[in-house]
């Protein structure tokens, strides 16, 4: 069973420290194999005014099936860091990548189109979402980062309908999906901004909305960064600018705080 948030303990009134809306950085696939560019996702965020606390990171205990997250201490010691600095840390899937082969088409086009074969879990029945959660559990246990065990993203957000089950029953105290961050019976967070860094037109497509997004109302506002976003100096100075924008009206907030004011 994982740890749960005390969601009653502590709640700000919401005239106080949460009455701005929140902006919550998430730094996604976090593990040995990004290491370095994670390091310079986090410096980067930082640079820009939204502090190492209000951070969460999601973080692939065996990236790829092939970099066990507790036999290496370099990431390890980094998370520890971090965690102690009271940045908030997320399970995200075990390898994050996606086996079996896709029949329907509507679901092949999600997970090629979309989710570039990364959705571990669009495919998988009740036993293997098990298997693979208690395998992620375990990891992180060894590694030292029982943190990262009260909350589950999983890659690219999808979950089959097995999964999403076996997610509901098995106590997180929160997991995020496209459609924002559930808690209990509440999705909250609806808006995302992230960016898509395979090709320059996909760059740019995922900026532009991202600018728009962040011209629009104040709302509570998820923002993604992969390690992958900063191979592209484009998108870079995008995540610049958006997060500039952004930290001007909204709160830096990591999930664990948000998830502790009212909704």
């Not at 919550?24 to 410096?43: F, G, K, N, Q």
């Not at 943190?147 to 690219?156: D, I, T």
Request: charged residues 25%; glycine residues 6%.
């Amino acid at each position: 069973m994982a740890p749960r948030l005390d969601l009653k303990a502590g709640l700000p009134n919401r005239e106080g420290a949460f009455a701005q809306p929140a902006l919550l950085v998430s730094i996604h696939d976090v593990s040995p194999l990004t290491l370095e560019a994670s390091r310079r996702a986090v410096a980067l965020v930082v640079s820009e005014g939204v502090p190492v606390h209000a951070l969460t990171l999601l973080v692939i205990p065996r990236h790829e099936d092939r970099a066990p997250l507790d036999r290496h201490r370099p990431t390890r010691d980094w998370l520890r860091q971090l965690a102690d600095s009271g940045a908030s840390l997320a399970m995200h899937g075990l390898t994050h990548r996606m086996e079996g082969r896709v029949r329907n088409p509507w679901r092949w086009a999600v997970a090629r189109g979309f989710a570039r074969g990364q959705g571990e879990f669009l495919l998988s029945d009740r036993d293997d979402f098990a298997k693979r959660l208690e395998a992620s559990r375990a990891i992180f246990l060894r590694a030292g980062l029982e943190e990262a065990l009260s909350g589950f993203v999983p890659p690219a957000w999808l979950l089959s309908n097995a999964a999403l089950i076996e997610v509901r029953r098995s106590g997180f105290a929160f997991y995020e999906r496209l459609s924002g961050i559930v808690c209990g019976d509440v999705v909250r967070a609806r808006r995302l901004i992230g960016f898509g860094s395979l090709t320059a037109i996909e760059a740019r497509t995922t900026t532009a909305y991202g600018r728009w997004q962040a011209l629009r109302a104040p709302q509570d506002m998820r923002f993604a960064i992969h390690p992958a976003d900063l191979a592209r100096p484009y998108t870079v100075r995008a995540i610049r600018t958006i997060l500039a924008a952004l930290r001007n009206r909204l709160r830096p907030l990591n999930y664990a705080e948000y998830l502790q004011s009212p909704a």
